[in-house]
């Protein structure tokens, strides 16, 4: 037995200082090993695809596919309501002018207008002949007609005679269906086709007698008649827009 304590000593710092080694060596190898780790797991998260979770489920797609038919829907239900509103206010304006008809009619309207007729007839007769010679000529032609309407109300600026009551009484009808139409309240093509004769027949002759009423102070007589004849009413529109 070696009882040298400076030996002893030598051996047992020798056996620390080897002990402290390992121990260096084994936590320097476990950092190692957990860098290494902890490297792997960064490089597997980088190079790992990206997944994203599809929010669009079924029953999601399912609520926009119905919110996309809702709205067309909703958009064919608004087209077919215009559609309608416009429907009937166009037989609105038929029923209108349909009854604008039935007062001519019950109204005194046409008898007044067989009047001015029956006054006016006789002395077309003897001009007959007289209209038939100017052909073409249209303004030569309205200068005589003027002429006559002028003959059947006296040519006079009293304007009280039966014929002048009765030539008004027409007038009248015919600035209320003008006005009504261009207020799209009548269907201008119905009236129009129920009167297209009697109006410019009737402006034919009595034309220059608005002219002569409104010189006497009625400003604007006669002036929608004229425009329902020469068509310069505006027409009914879609929804009044187009």
């Known amino acids: 037995m070696d009882d040298d304590p400076t030996k002893t000593h030598q051996e047992a710092l020798k056996q620390h200082r080897d002990a402290a080694a390992r121990t260096s060596a084994g936590r320097r190898e476990s950092q190692l090993h957990q860098a290494a780790h902890t490297g792997v797991g960064i490089i597997e998260a980088i190079s790992a695809p990206v997944h994203v979770d599809d929010p669009f489920t079924p029953l999601h797609r399912a609520d926009e596919i119905a919110a996309v038919i809702l709205k067309v829907v909703t958009v064919l239900a608004l087209c077919f309501g215009l559609f309608e509103y416009d429907r009937q206010k166009a037989d609105a304006r038929v029923t209108e002018s349909l009854s604008l008809v039935q007062e001519w009619e019950a109204g005194g309207y046409r008898d007044a207008y067989t009047a001015i007729n029956d006054a006016l ?72 086709t129920f009167f297209k004769s009697e109006s410019e027949s009737f402006w034919l002759y009595f034309g220059t007698y608005a002219e002569r009423r409104q010189s006497d102070g009625f400003a604007g007589y006669g002036d929608w008649t004229r425009k329902f004849v020469e068509g310069d009413i505006r027409r009914a529109k879609f929804l009044g827009l187009f």
């Open 121 to 192: 007839w006789p002395l077309y007769s003897e001009n007959a002949e007289a209209i038939s010679a100017l052909g073409s000529d249209a303004a030569q032609k309205a200068v005589l007609y003027g002429n006559i309407g002028d003959v059947v109300t006296g040519r006079d600026d009293a304007f009280v005679s039966e014929a002048d009551r009765n030539v008004d009484k027409v007038f009248h009808f015919f600035e209320r269906a003008a006005i009504c139409a261009d207020e799209a309240i009548c269907d201008y093509p119905v009236l129009k």
